[in-house]
Structures are given as structure tokens and as C-alpha cells.
């Protein structure tokens, strides 16, 4: 009876059994040991037979040293060193996660590998014997041993496996991969085989890769992965150049469709409105220039005058409800003794009028229409309260045109200026201690009024500085420009209340003849009279303050005079019997001289 054997270590994952060296630990049985010899001599080239003379010395034969399996290899192939038997590799792992114990290992993975084609296989075991299972030396003493592997991790080598039934059901085995020439084959490539030989098992089963584990080429070419497509981007001019080109695109179809547009509403098949305010009835303020002329020109009037040998317009406004209108003497000097004066008032209505008193001096007038209801007089202010840079208002007939409204300011205050004098004798000359302003006036705007911020009159417009020939009053018929004179109201309404009283003016007078070819400064008393009389007039004003021929007066109430002219525009521009300072140089030396103005009508 047979003793029962002891169980013997199983064959390593990656190893094959090998014959046994001198000095191996092995637990083979004799009859494994025979089968192995037995396929090792069938493999094995015969032994060279030791020389005689050796043999007949009583020598022992070297044995010779036993021939490697394979060459050895010399890029020293990692990870084993030497050349040995070939074992299959795992398959290829996808990426997973790695404990740190080593690399994880799929169930069913793990097996016997093949025979390497050239080996020594050992024969099967007889029927009815025992196989004894492949041994692996024991470590050397001292050796420390690899721990076993973690479950579902790849084993450290030396570490003995469970066999493997068969393949995985469902998969199907790897092919084998040729080995690239002058390279060790990776661990489980299978490598060529020769003729087949009856004595070498059959090659285990591969287990076929899951859809988890594919098979693995070492030297297939994987191409570079592809570059990520980056977006396309525009630059910022090419941004502009298509704004550019989508606004020149909706210019030219907006352009088509409104010449479309318009060529089909010239020919009358679209009727065209137009959006449009409604009519504002609100009242204007009173101090604004449209409050002004609405107030005003009610009670302003056109004049037409036509005589024997000429005609001529102006304008004038209305001081009473009686009819009395105030103009000037050079609107009206046309008629003569019987001409034709007709007045246009601003709503259209037309009215005879006739002359109640005119005079040359101041160039004042005042003509009156009867039988006209409904007049509008304009109030009156105060001409000594306007002061320079007040806004003013004028109003008037420029060249015919009723109804003109004009505004501008106050540029200067006791302008005296001189009117008039085509007359040999000088009667026609007009003395005037003028308002001067910048609103436009114009030929035809004489006679009308200068209104200031709250309606009321301040001067009559009188005379304009004209650009042609620097002629005043009624001369030339140049334009405006900006230099616009009116007789102050404070002066036309004393002489308008005269002529309306007495049909004449009271002119104030010094009583004496001034020297008006006198080229020096200041006003120079005549040494002689006018015709045969003195040129001082005895008992008058000026012989009552002790004025004398060839006196110079220089100052009429501290204010300087330059010429004859000047002083007789001062002089005027008070009443008869007012006081006045004269300042009176003789003989080199300066006096002081106090008088009372006189009067005298106009003819």
C-alpha cells in the first residue's frame, strides 16, 4: 500500500518547471525525476565523449555547463536580468484607480503559462499516477519573504496563484503577439512555435478580454491625439468693417425706398401730412418784445403824404382819445399848405388828417383825424429815468412796411445831434439832445415810438446815421447801422401840449448871437448881430448875466460844450424859464454866470 504523498508546492504564475541543478532543494518523486530526465535527454544534444586517455587516468569528466534557453540578452530586458523561461503577461489594464498595495488583477487572470517553444517539456504522467506538481526552490535562510497579495491585486512575484478553470465565459483568447526582433517579448506574448510534437501539451487557454480589458500592441503607432479646437474669434476691425458694411447696406435700401417713395408721391399716389403744432392762445409776457408790440401797435399809425412836388411816408402814434397823433415835422413838411395826408391805422382802418402845428426847431408835429372811434393811446413815460443799456422797443413803417417791430437798447443819453438845414437861413435846422440806439431804424420809422420794458414811450425816432453820406434826418436812404436817434419824450410831449394849445412852440433863448464859424472849443459870442442888431440882445437873458461879445462859454451846468451847435441843443432841451450855470471864459479868465431862460415862438 502506497503512503500518501505530501502535498507538494504549486508551480509559480510566471515560471515553468526546470531540471534539477546539484545543490536544488527538490521534493520531486523518482519518477517525476526520471520522466524529466527522460524528456531532457530526448531534447538535450548528445554528450561529447571524454578522450580515452582521461578515462584510462581514472579522471572524472567535466560535465559541461548546461546551454541557457535563450541568448542572452543584451539590452538586459527588465525586470528579470537573465534570460528564463517566458511566462504570459496579463492583459493590458484601462486606467483605474491604483491602491497602493500594486496593480489590481481581474478575477480569473491568473494561470499556468505555456511552454516556451525549445523547452524540455516533461511527458504526461502515466494513467493511474500521481502528477506531482511543479516545486519552487525554498528561499534562502534569511530571505525575507513577499506578503501575500491584497485580494484583486497583482501578486509580487514568486506568489503562487489558483489555476483557473478556463476562460472567462463570453471572451474570447488574445492573439499572440509576434516579438519584435532583438526584443525580449513582453511577459505572456506568445512566442512562434515549430513542428508539432507529439510530446508538448497543449497550450493552456488564454482568457479572453473583457469589454474592460482589451488587448495591448507595444509597437502599434497610436497617433497623437488631436489638437482642441479653439473657437474662432473676431478681432475688433473686423467687428468695425462689418458694422460698416451693414449700416452702408441699410443706407442704400433706406435711400431706395424713400426715392420710391418720393418719386410715387410726385406722381399724386400718396398724400404727404405733415405733423403740426396746434394754435397757441396764450398771452405772451409784458415785458418780452412780443408784449410789448402787442400792446403797442394798436396805437400806432402809418402816415402818407403827398403834396405838389413830392410825397413821402412815416409813421406816428396816438397821444389822446380826441384823435391828436405826434409825428415828426419832416414826415408831413411834404404837404405844404395843401396837400393830402391820409393815416392807416394798424387794424387797416384808413382816416383823413390835417395838421394842428408843426416846428422846425425840435422837429415836431402833431396832425389829428376826426370822426374815428376805438383809439388806443400809448402811455408816456419819463425820459430822464432811461438809463444806458435799457432794452428798448421801435416801432414803425421802414420803407412802407406797416407794423415793423424792432428792438435793441439805450447806447447813449444827450446826443446832441442836428437835423434838417437845407434851407439857406437856416430855419429848417432841427436841434436835438437825441436818445441814441441800436435798434434798427430805418427811413420811414421817423415819427415813430421808442418804447421801453413796460410799453411806455420815451423818444420819438427822429434820425439815423446813415452810411452813404453821413447825412441826418430825411437824408439819404441808406440802411441802418445801429446808430438810431429819438428826440427824448420829456421834450416832445412839452412841445406836442403847445402845438395843440397854441398851434406854435415856445423855444427857450439866452438872447444872444453865437459865432457858429468858430473853430474853437466852447460856444463863442458874435461881435455882431444878426442883420443890424447887437449881438447881444439888450435886456435879454445874456445882458442881464453880464455876457459879452467874444465871451466863449464853455459849460452849461457843469457839462462841457464844444460848439455853437451843442449849446443851442442844451439849451433847448429845457423849458423857457428855467435857471441854468453858464461857465464863461474872457480875456483868458473863467466866470460864472447865472440866467433865466427866455422865450421865443416858432414861425
Same mark, same amino acid.
Given at each position: ?5 505530501? #502535498? ?129 526552490? #525554498? ?28 476562460? &472567462? ?48 500592441? *507595444? ?11 479653439? #473657437? ?54 409784458? @415785458? ?12 400806432? &399809425? ?29 414826415? &408831413?413838411?411834404?404837404? @405844404? ?111 415813430? *415810438? ?154
Amino acid at each position: 500500500m502506497d503512503e500518501p504523498k505530501a #502535498p507538494k508546492p504549486k508551480p509559480k504564475w510566471w515560471s515553468r518547471p526546470v531540471a534539477a541543478r546539484p545543490g536544488d532543494q527538490s521534493s520531486d518523486t523518482a519518477e517525476g525525476a526520471e520522466e524529466r530526465t527522460e524528456a531532457a535527454a530526448a531534447q538535450a544534444p548528445p554528450e561529447p565523449v571524454e578522450p580515452v586517455d582521461a578515462l584510462m587516468e581514472g579522471r572524472v569528466p567535466e560535465e559541461p555547463a548546461p546551454r541557457p534557453l535563450h541568448e542572452p540578452d543584451p539590452y538586459s530586458t527588465p525586470p528579470y536580468g537573465g534570460p528564463g523561461p517566458w511566462a504570459p503577461a496579463p492583459p493590458v489594464q484601462h486606467p483605474v484607480a491604483t491602491p497602493a498595495q500594486g496593480t489590481h488583477v481581474p478575477p480569473g487572470m491568473a494561470q499556468a503559462p505555456p511552454p516556451a517553444p525549445g523547452m524540455a517539456q516533461a511527458p504526461p504522467p502515466a494513467p493511474g499516477m500521481a502528477q506531482a506538481p511543479p516545486q519552487t526552490p #525554498p528561499p534562502a535562510p534569511g530571505t525575507p519573504q513577499a506578503p501575500p497579495p491584497a485580494p484583486g491585486m497583482t501578486p509580487p512575484h514568486g506568489t503562487t496563484l489558483p489555476p483557473v478553470a478556463g476562460p &472567462v465565459p463570453g471572451q474570447s483568447a488574445p492573439a499572440p503577439m509576434p516579438p519584435h526582433p532583438g526584443m525580449t517579448p513582453p511577459h505572456g506574448t506568445q512566442l512562434p512555435v515549430g513542428p508539432a510534437d507529439p510530446h508538448r501539451p497543449a497550450p493552456m487557454a488564454q482568457p479572453a478580454p473583457t469589454a474592460q480589458w482589451r488587448g495591448y500592441d *507595444p509597437w502599434t503607432v497610436v497617433p497623437p491625439p488631436a489638437a482642441p479646437k479653439t #473657437p474662432k474669434t473676431v478681432s475688433r476691425r473686423g467687428a468695425w468693417i462689418a458694422v460698416l458694411l451693414i449700416a452702408l447696406v441699410a443706407g442704400c435700401v433706406g435711400g431706395g425706398i424713400g426715392a420710391y417713395a418720393e418719386r410715387d408721391n410726385a406722381s399724386g399716389g400718396v398724400d404727404v401730412k405733415l405733423p403740426q403744432a396746434p394754435v397757441e392762445k396764450e398771452a405772451r409776457a409784458p @415785458g418780452s418784445v412780443a408784449g410789448i408790440a402787442a400792446s403797442s401797435l394798436p396805437g400806432v &399809425v402809418t402816415i402818407h403824404v403827398r403834396g405838389s412836388s413830392e410825397e413821402g411816408t412815416g409813421t406816428g402814434f396816438v397821444l389822446d382819445k380826441q384823435g391828436h397823433i405826434l409825428t415828426n415835422n419832416h414826415v &408831413v413838411q411834404p404837404a @405844404g399848405a395843401d396837400g393830402d395826408i391820409s393815416v392807416t391805422f394798424n387794424s387797416g382802418q384808413d382816416a383823413k388828417a390835417e395838421i394842428i402845428g408843426r416846428d422846425t426847431g425840435y422837429d415836431l408835429a402833431v396832425v389829428k383825424v376826426d370822426r374815428v372811434s376805438g383809439l388806443t393811446p400809448l402811455p408816456l413815460g419819463n425820459s430822464d429815468s432811461v438809463r444806458v443799456g435799457d432794452p428798448v422797443v421801435a416801432i414803425g413803417a421802414p420803407f412802407d412796411l406797416a407794423g415793423t417791430v424792432t428792438s435793441g437798447i439805450i447806447s447813449a443819453k444827450e446826443r446832441p445831434i442836428t437835423a434838417g438845414g437845407e434851407k439857406e437861413d437856416g430855419s429848417d435846422v432841427s436841434y436835438v439832445d437825441a436818445l441814441q440806439t441800436d435798434a434798427p431804424i430805418n427811413p420811414g420809422n421817423s415819427g415813430g *415810438p421808442l418804447v421801453d420794458r413796460k410799453g411806455r414811450v420815451i423818444g420819438i425816432n427822429s434820425a439815423i446815421r446813415a452810411a452813404d453820406d453821413g447825412s441826418g434826418l430825411g437824408g439819404g436812404q441808406g440802411g441802418s447801422i445801429g446808430l438810431g436817434f429819438a428826440i427824448p419824450i420829456n421834450q416832445g410831449k412839452r412841445v406836442a401840449e403847445e402845438l395843440i394849445n397854441t398851434g406854435k412852440a415856445a423855444h427857450p433863448v439866452i438872447g444872444v448871437t453865437l459865432d457858429m464859424g468858430y473853430t474853437g472849443d466852447g460856444a463863442r459870442v458874435n461881435t455882431k448881430g444878426a442883420g443890424s442888431g447887437p449881438p447881444v440882445t439888450s435886456g435879454g437873458p445874456g445882458d442881464k448875466a453880464g455876457i459879452k461879445a467874444g465871451d466863449v462859454i464853455t459849460e452849461v451846468d457843469g457839462v462841457p460844450v464844444h460848439s455853437g451847435q451843442e449849446l443851442i441843443v442844451k439849451i433847448r432841451s429845457h423849458r423857457p424859464g428855467d435857471r441854468l450855470a453858464l461857465t464863461v471864459k474872457r480875456g483868458g479868465k473863467k466866470r460864472t454866470a447865472e440866467l433865466t431862460l427866455g422865450s421865443a415862438s416858432s414861425g
